[in-house]
């Protein structure tokens, strides 16, 4: 196994690598998606949000509601200290379960954990790939093609690292300012640079 973690703002392109990585034989192990698995009815960690924070909630098709979650934690610390002690452990529980089953195989895991550069990231990884854009142009594609509104964007950036501190800590850099044929090309280059690192693990480098 050799595990790369893959980060970048929100609007980076970020899913847009990870699908484009997956489709070159990555196996990734995406936290977002982790988190939504979890949070199904009638699991753990749905009862325990539904025990703390109320039937309010929950959608009247029984699933969770994400937006009043949202609404219930935003400027409210305590509650959101609460969110996180329910959510984070199951969550870290799950991606260290998914690693172990990974580790004897000779897959490439991209870890598509959002916080990696901010938190103290407790997965080891061979290298950390960084989707970089200009936050203008992230905002402008979120708000165009996923019909965010701009004051969310912004208020969730001011929130994640800068893109000065992502790019500092960066091993490889993808530059998503182009065209999605361009981000194609950078995709095949990171793929090498990966492909690159593998055979010095196996060398035992
Ligand atoms: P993230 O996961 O980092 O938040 P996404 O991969 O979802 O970002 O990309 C944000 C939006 O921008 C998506 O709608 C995506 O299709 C679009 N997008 C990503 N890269 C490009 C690009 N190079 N050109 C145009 N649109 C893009």
């Known amino acids: ?17 990870s699908a484009m ?9 995406d936290a977002d998606a982790i988190v939504r698995e979890l949070q199904q009815p009638g699991t753990p960690v749905f009862d325990a949000m539904v025990e703390r924070f109320g039937r309010e909630i929950v959608a009247p098709d029984g699933t969770l ?9 935003f400027g409210d610390p305590e509650a959101l200290a609460d969110l996180n002690a329910i ?18 195989t000779d897959a490439v895991v991209v870890l598509d954990v959002p916080l990696l550069v901010e938190s103290k990231n ?10 970089d854009v200009d936050p203008e142009v992230a905002v402008r594609r979120l708000v165009e093609h996923r019909g965010m509104r701009e004051a969310d964007v912004r208020a969730r950036m ?7 501190e ?17 981000l194609a090309r950078q995709v095949d280059e990171a793929w090498a640079w990966i492909e690159g690192l593998r055979s010095r693990q196996s060398a035992g480098r």
Do not use: C, F, W
């Open 21 to 29: 990585l997956a489709e070159r034989g990555a196996v990734v192990v």
């Open 158 to 164: 001011a929130r994640q690292a800068s893109r000065e």
């Open 87 to 104: 959510v984070h452990p199951a969550v870290g529980a799950e991606i260290a379960r998914r690693l172990e089953e990974l580790a004897p």
């Open 166 to 182: 992502r790019l500092a800590r960066a091993d490889h850099v993808i530059d998503n300012s182009g065209t999605l044929d361009d």
């Open 1 to 17: 196994m050799l595990v790369i973690g893959l980060t970048g703002g929100i609007g980076s392109g970020k899913s847009t690598v």
């Open 65 to 73: 509601d994400r937006a009043a979650v949202a609404d219930r934690v």
């Open 122 to 131: 407790p997965y080891p990884v061979a290298g950390l790939l960084v989707v």
